[in-house]
């Protein structure tokens, strides 16, 4: 049972360089999400997905693009990276509902320089 | 708006003693969870708690929900160093899509 799986574990990314932190889950999950951790933030919500063609803004959002054209997943761009994205990425799912219980994939460490 | 404050934030233990965790939150809610981070791991779900006076216990773990109070508290039980993580709370915002919002995480280090 593979669960929530990101890829990949640790990037280390140059001022102006683009990517994406795939996030896939195999438990047919209508409800995505991308999270950043940072010391003394807690968690918060970047980009978050109810469905496949659903997307909608967290709480920071800039900087981050998604796209849902699978239930299955769900990446998150960063089309310019800064500094200040250096962070770690968690993505989780949940099914629908009245169930919020989300499962974590296992971090993406991301380093810009 | 919803907020959600954990304390304390840092929490230094000893070995077989028992100590709380407090989780208070501003606004109605009718669904709160506790997660546990190990470092440098993913998190991980440990309860949820659903109507008022709910209490869930694993192992040395107890979690309860006051929703009067707006507070739930994490009981921990005979601290073991197995038990050294953080751990966050975080309670669903009823409006905005449901949206979870989370605690700071209280770090929690159990020493012999």
């Known amino acids: 049972n593979a669960g929530v799986t990101q890829t990949p574990k640790f990037q280390v990314l140059k001022t102006g360089q683009s990517m994406t932190l795939q996030c896939a889950q195999d438990?047919?999950?209508?409800?995505m999400s991308w999270y950043r951790q940072d010391p003394g933030m807690g968690l918060r919500l970047i980009h978050y997905?109810?469905?496949?063609?659903?997307?909608d803004q967290g709480e920071v959002p800039n900087g981050y693009n998604v796209s849902r054209s699978t239930t299955e997943d769900f990446p998150l761009r960063l089309l310019s990276a800064a500094p200040s994205q250096t962070s770690v990425y968690f993505c989780?799912?949940?099914?629908?509902?009245?169930?919020?219980?989300?499962?974590f994939g296992s971090g993406t460490q991301l380093s810009v320089l | 708006e919803l907020k959600v404050e954990q304390n304390p934030l840092f929490l230094s233990m000893q070995e077989g003693k028992n100590y709380t965790i407090y989780c208070n939150y501003s606004?109605?809610?009718?669904?709160l969870y506790w997660y546990r981070q190990d470092p440098g791991k993913s998190l991980e779900s440990l309860f949820v708690?659903?109507?008022n006076g709910a209490v869930k216990q694993e192992g040395r773990l107890m979690a309860s929900l006051d929703t009067k109070a707006r507070l739930s508290t994490l009981h921990i039980t005979a601290a073991v160093h197995d038990l050294s993580a953080t751990y966050f709370c975080?309670?669903?915002?009823?409006?905005?899509?449901?949206?979870?919002?989370w605690g700071l995480g209280t770090s929690l280090a159990v020493n012999p």
């Open positions: 989780a799912s949940r099914t629908g509902g009245g169930n919020e219980k989300l499962f």
């Open positions: 438990m047919n999950h209508e409800y």
């Open positions: 997905s109810v469905g496949a063609g659903i997307t």
């Open positions: 606004t109605t809610s009718d669904r």
């Open positions: 708690l659903l109507s």
């Open positions: 975080a309670v669903i915002y009823a409006g905005n899509n449901r949206k979870l919002i």
